[in-house]
């Protein structure tokens, strides 16, 4: 059974969650016909066609497709070029008594639009637990380290200081907006169905769209695929800022102890997981186009030029998100920080920005504003020429203390360059967000349930 019980790529074959890649095998798409068969065949039988009990049971005993039934269909298919109608046949062998009912009333669209949109419902709601668990992750990871100084970035040149907490809190409020817009797409979803709502009561929908062509509108594929995409662009942002602090070495993924990071230099620490994800994301990005275009070239009833397209791109998506969010999990599991690191960065900086406060503190002192400027800015250019043109050290303090103007305020040179004075209300705003907006999330129902039962993604590769 293990051939016909993945989807069978390269991309899922090595990083998707078995949950994941069971929903969109084989083996699940041919079992959830089946149910469809039976469950049409359920609500038959109680409107008053004549079906038997024994065709019910049958149905119900066979839902499971073997190898040997694969290879049924496969003979089927190919003599036929219809592979509902193969499975038809094939389930027919293994369910005589209902042989002659299977797919009674329907079109082919009923097994494989129903079923697509189970599929995308189930999908759904894994990569909703998914995220959950992710924010809780990245929640810890920011409470944790709500009050670390860091040096901010703007055009990726240094700013203000914020802390790496108040950083992730960035990462987290997307991520909020992500499960917000999956679980609206989620409770949106509805079934093609068929005239007699019991069997969109039995496949487990709430409503059947109220109007269907043969197929349901592919603007649903386009409603569903538009938070992945979004959470591709989430993700992508992510895995580019931990890129980025590993270039710095503030922040590094995890990184095993006989992991190689190059072939020639040995000493290479490569973010090859966030480098995943952001090559894995601009493929989920990108998917979301094949749904536009898809929907907008389906010629009145339907036409079949979105078949061959949907099957790929479809599990394609919810594959491909599975697999970014499990690979964030992992790398928010084991980020590593390097504070002596960030502290040093922050050092070569803090002094420009000290200026400021500096100046302040002369005048408070008693001196005079534009005078106190002009000294502050003499010594500026004076340590930033050391630093620019010679490589060497910012050394702005040690000039101001050797200036003899600044004599009234050296004993408060520390209290002025401490690091946590620049930050602001960074982690007061790193805590009340966790309070006000986190908390409440994490602890619904569904976050209760999957928190508690999460453990930690291993990566095979």
């Not at 016909?33 to 066979?62: C, F, H, T, V």
């Not at 697509?116 to 809780?136: E, N, T």
């Not at 030029?305 to 084991?334: C, H, K, M, W, Y």
Request: net charge neutral; glycine share 4%; charged share 25%.
């Amino acid at each position: 059974m293990e051939a016909f019980d993945t989807y069978q790529t390269p991309l899922s074959s090595r990083y998707a969650s078995k949950e994941m890649a069971h929903l969109f095998s084989p083996s699940n798409r041919f079992f959830t016909w089946r149910k469809l068969w039976l469950n049409l065949a359920i609500a038959e039988k109680e409107l008053g066609l004549r079906i038997s009990d024994e065709a019910i049971s049958q149905m119900k005993d066979n839902l499971h497709l073997t190898p040997e039934q694969f290879d049924v269909a496969a003979a089927e298919e190919k003599k036929r070029r219809h592979d509902v109608m193969a499975h038809v046949y094939t389930f027919g062998t293994v369910a005589p008594a209902a042989a002659g009912i299977i797919h009674l009333g329907a079109t082919s669209c009923y097994v494989t639009d129903n079923a697509d949109l189970i599929f995308l419902r189930d999908g759904l709601d894994y990569l909703i637990r998914s995220l959950y668990v992710l924010i809780s992750r990245l929640s810890a990871f920011a409470s944790k380290y709500r009050d670390l100084p860091t040096l901010g970035f703007t055009h990726f040149q240094p700013a203000q200081l914020t802390t790496v907490g108040k950083r992730a809190t960035l990462w987290i409020q997307e991520l909020l907006w992500d499960l917000r817009n999956i679980k609206r797409a989620r409770e949106d979803l509805g079934f093609r169905g068929v005239k007699d709502k019991r069997v969109t009561q039995l496949s487990g929908f709430d409503y059947a769209y109220p109007v269907t062509s043969q197929t349901y509108s592919r603007k649903i594929d386009i409603d569903v695929l538009a938070p992945l995409a979004s959470l591709g662009a989430t993700a992508h942002k992510i895995a580019t800022d931990i890129r980025l602090l590993a270039n710095l070495k503030e922040i590094e993924e995890p990184f095993e102890s006989t992991q190689i990071g190059s072939s020639a230099m040995a000493y290479k620490r490569n973010p090859m997981r966030s480098e995943r994800v952001c090559s894995l994301s601009r493929h989920l990005m990108v998917l979301h186009q094949n749904a536009l275009m898809t929907a907008s070239v389906q010629w009145f009833e339907r036409t079949l030029d979105d078949s061959a397209n949907r099957r790929i791109t479809l599990p394609e998506a919810f594959l491909t998100a599975d697999i970014v969010l499990s690979t964030l999990q992992n790398i928010s599991e084991g980020l590593v920080v390097y504070p002596r690191v960030i502290a040093r960065r922050i050092s070569q900086e803090l002094p420009f920005m000290a200026t400021e406060n500096i100046i302040m503190a002369l005048v408070k002192a008693g001196g005079d504003r534009q005078e106190a400027h002009e000294n502050i800015r003499v010594l500026s250019h004076e340590a930033a020429h050391q630093v620019k043109q010679l490589g060497l050290e910012n050394d702005l303090i040690e000039r101001v203390k050797r200036d003899p103007y600044f004599d009234p305020i050296k004993a408060q040179l520390d209290s002025l360059l401490d690091p946590k004075s620049f930050v602001g209300r960074a982690p007061e705003q790193v805590e009340r967000f966790l309070r006000e907006w986190v908390d409440p999330v994490l602890g619904d129902e569904i976050g209760r349930e999957v928190i508690k039962g999460a453990g930690k993604v291993e990566l095979s590769v």
